[in-house]
């Protein structure tokens, strides 16, 4: 069973200096990463996708994917107070379709 | 962004009532799914749903719990009879054909 964990449970970061989140996972056939963004009492954001190793940019946000490793990081440039949010990594297996979630990482940006 | 809906966002019952959890997924979409949230905890997958059938489930979905669309309806998420573990944030979510998944923003069922 995939078993995703990320790392670290909480980060604070100053406006301005890059955020770097990690994630990994146990199911090396996973081909399907995306990074969500959850503000209190609100659903969901998909921030990035990535499907093959290297690297994939959405505006501020880049994740790297490195399969090999069993890891996907999500790095966010020039962070906000408004960026505070929980980010949830999530892995779709090779089989099946359902997605697997991390904890999250608390992200709090100070201004 | 494509917008999942759901209702309502909070719902309060008693053990052993039945509840029905609704959602309104995106028009086009026609996978979809439940995840299961308790307060501070991972998010945990509960079914997918595909051109009326479940297609995967989850050891959280118990025999109490059903989903169905019908009509092309709302997307829901039946609990008969509750208990008090089943108190939790559920979301819905739907799903794109570059597969990404869209979520509601939950409804917190809270069972006394």
């Known amino acids: 069973q995939q078993k995703v964990q990320q790392s670290p449970e909480s980060l604070t970061v100053s406006e301005g200096a890059m955020a770097s989140l990690n994630c990994t996972f146990s199911?090396?056939?996973?081909?399907?990463f995306r990074w969500y963004r959850q503000h209190s009492a609100k659903g969901l954001e998909v921030l990035v996708s990535?499907?093959?190793?290297g690297e994939k940019e959405e505006g501020r946000f880049t994740a790297h994917l490195n399969r090999a490793n069993l890891h996907v990081s999500l790095h966010i440039r020039e962070p906000q107070p408004s960026d505070s949010a929980v980010y949830l990594c999530?892995?779709?297996?090779?089989?099946?379709?359902?997605?697997?979630f991390g904890g999250g990482t608390r992200l709090t940006v100070r201004p | 962004g494509p917008k999942v809906l759901q209702i309502p966002s909070h719902q309060i019952i008693d053990m052993g009532q039945m509840v029905t959890l609704n959602c309104d997924p995106v028009?086009?979409?026609?996978?979809f799914y439940w995840y299961k949230q308790i307060l501070g905890q991972q998010m945990e997958f509960l079914v997918n749903?595909?051109?009326?059938?479940?297609?995967?489930k989850s050891k959280l979905f118990k025999d109490q719990f059903s989903v169905e669309r019908p009509d092309g309806s709302y997307f829901t998420l039946k609990i008969q009879p509750t208990a008090l573990e089943d108190s939790a944030v559920y979301f819905c979510?739907?799903?794109?054909?570059?597969?990404?998944?869209?979520f509601g923003s939950g409804t917190r069922l809270t069972v006394l």
């Open positions: 979510a739907s799903r794109d054909s570059a597969e990404t998944l869209y």
């Open positions: 028009s086009n979409h026609l996978y």
């Open positions: 999530a892995v779709r297996g090779n089989a099946g379709a359902k997605l697997t």
């Open positions: 749903f595909y051109n009326g059938k479940v297609m995967e």
């Open positions: 199911d090396g056939t996973s081909n399907n």
């Open positions: 990535i499907f093959s190793d």
